[in-house]
């Protein structure tokens, strides 16, 4: 697929700047449709540039990965006008973009590290990063200047010249030959939607490249898939900062063209004059290769008394308590014992099936996932919090049941440990655990302090819009009287089992609904743009039970 002549081929060009859905609420773009399209486009490899977020990068690598296209991770950091620290409302609301992609793996974990530093420490309505930190972790990660809200964007359009070249020679010194100046697509004169501004700035862009020998990319800065889900986008705007479509002083971003254009249509419109903005995005896209190892089961290690390892500290614990609970001793009286004494208490039955299920947590590397589990479970329990007595598969261990993770007899019941973990099969043991809901931030307080703060955190979800909430939210937007929404969206099928049923789907198959489509105009409008915006990302919370415990520091 070669532009006539020859010249540039598709595979040529790469999308270095754009946005999904996990831009949240400006992004529209879902991440399987963005794929499909640059595969079938021909190109060879996509960036993934959100806005102050890596949220979605693992379901882009494993879905880039898939279609045999080169996934390149980045993101969209926003850059304090001082430092990230700071939050003053009088000098600190302003902040800059700046486009980071990660070229190998110290450069993906530098990515993740300024991410994690910008949530935490910079927060200031967006996360934000610094030059302090940019100089710290700069290393493996490629800069572009990105839009008109970058720093040398910014500066072109205020009329500062001299201060976007003093920006751009700061980040050449500190990034080196991995600093490349970004000129924006609708910018073209011959783009369908060209802008005059921005066709300034990049005249200006191109001028200082030449001059500071920095190379100079195109992007499109997309926000959408297609030309047309541009309205559906506006739209996304407006739920995103609560307006209607047709507040005159809304955000918008109609004046710009922010989707995944075409390559041949790059190459038409650059491939002559400026071949070389089109190649440095292959060029880039040729420097990063990342492979991020996926599948590894990551367990902390317990902190074992002087002289045990996890093993031997385990083995004690178990056969201890298993003195109790089939030995006719008393709790007290069991801990006092050594194994071998232990194991003089208890009938054969009992010794086979421990030593059974100890061999297989031992083989399949989980004595530290159970010891972690025993000990907040035994600190709960000391403190007088209320724990589950066990359900699911876990209560068919007898090794759950002797250290009192579970107080269910697994004999008793005849309930088979192999549910619970399978040598045969190897997947994380999954030990379904009730805490009382009133202290159970004290367990997870006391797997911070135990831990470490940089090693225990909450897990995100997020809310995704189902066809009812997209119906609700665009009529809103479109000011559909209240009464006329409510109406059109109690008309949407609920979920069958569970799964939610695609609102295009249900306009093809249900009478009523492909009947108020066909006759009323605002319902064909509020369900065109519902199609678009179903399934998009519109909040993210924290998952309600979720707690991740890591071996190392989480960045």
């Known amino acids: ?157 205020e009329g500062q010249d001299k201060e976007a070249e003093k920006i751009a020679s700061w980040y050449k010194e500190i990034f080196g030959d991995r600093y490349y100046l970004e000129i924006q697509d609708h910018g073209h004169p011959k783009n369908p939607i060209p802008n005059a501004e921005q066709q300034a700035i990049n005249e200006k862009v191109l001028a200082l490249g030449k001059k500071l020998d920095i190379p100079v990319v195109v992007t499109c800065d997309a926000h959408y898939l297609q030309h047309e889900d541009q309205e559906a986008h506006e739209i996304l705007l407006c739920v995103g900062t609560g307006a209607y479509l047709s507040d005159e002083k809304r955000m918008s971003l109609r004046d710009y063209p922010l989707h995944v254009t075409n390559p041949n249509e790059i190459i038409e419109r650059w491939g002559n004059d400026y071949p070389d903005v089109i190649t440095n995005t292959k060029a880039i896209a040729d420097r990063c290769n990342i492979e991020i190892e996926l599948g590894k089961i990551l367990i902390p290690k317990f902190p074992v008394p002087d002289g045990e390892t996890e093993k031997t500290y385990l083995d004690k614990l178990v056969y201890k308590g298993l003195a109790f609970r089939y030995g006719g001793l008393t709790e007290k009286e069991a801990t006092k014992l050594s194994i071998e004494e232990a194991k003089k208490t208890l009938p054969k039955e009992i010794l086979e099936r421990a030593a059974y299920e100890l061999g297989v947590i031992d083989t399949m590397g989980f004595n530290g996932y159970f010891l972690i589990i025993w000990d907040f479970i035994k600190w709960g329990k000391d403190n007088g919090i209320v724990f589950g007595p066990g359900r699911g598969s876990a209560a068919g261990s007898i090794i759950a049941y002797s250290l009192k993770i579970t107080e269910l007899d697994p004999l008793k019941y005849e309930l088979l440990f192999e549910r619970f973990l399978n040598p045969d099969r190897i997947s994380m043991p999954d030990i379904d655990i009730d805490i009382q809901d009133s202290r159970r931030d004290e367990v997870i307080q006391y797997c911070v302090e135990k831990y470490g703060s940089d090693r225990v955190a909450n897990i995100v979800t997020f809310g995704r819009m189902a066809a009812r909430a997209a119906v609700r939210d665009v009529a809103r937007v479109l000011q559909v009287p209240y009464g006329d929404a409510d109406r059109l969206a109690k008309m949407i099928p609920p979920p069958v089992q569970g799964r939610h049923i695609p609102l295009e789907k249900s306009l093809q198959e249900n009478a009523e609904l492909k009947d108020e489509y066909a006759r009323n105009p605002t319902a064909k409008q509020v369900f065109d743009m519902a199609i678009r915006l179903e399934g998009t990302v519109r909040s993210h919370g924290i998952h309600a039970a979720c707690v991740l415990i890591a071996p190392d520091a989480i960045v």
């Open 1 to 157: 697929m070669t532009k006539p002549g020859g010249a540039l081929a598709t595979s040529d060009y790469v999308h270095l700047h754009n946005h999904t859905q996990y831009s949240l609420l400006d992004g529209l773009t879902k991440i399987g449709a963005l794929l499909d399209f640059v595969k079938d486009s021909g190109m060879q490899a996509v960036a993934m540039t959100d806005h102050g977020t890596l949220s979605g990068t693992i379901e882009f690598y494993k879905e880039a990965t898939a279609r045999g296209i080169k996934p390149i991770i980045g993101i969209e950091t926003y850059v304090a006008a001082r430092k990230h620290t700071d939050k003053d409302p009088q000098k600190d609301k302003n902040r800059f973009h700046l486009i980071l992609l990660a070229m190998n793996m110290t450069g993906y974990q530098n990515l993740m590290r300024l991410s994690t530093i910008a949530n935490l420490d910079g927060y200031y309505y967006f996360p934000r990063i610094d030059h302090e930190l940019l100089e710290q972790y700069n290393e493996g990660i490629i800069a572009l200047s990105a839009c008109m809200g970058g720093e040398v964007g910014n500066a072109f359009k």
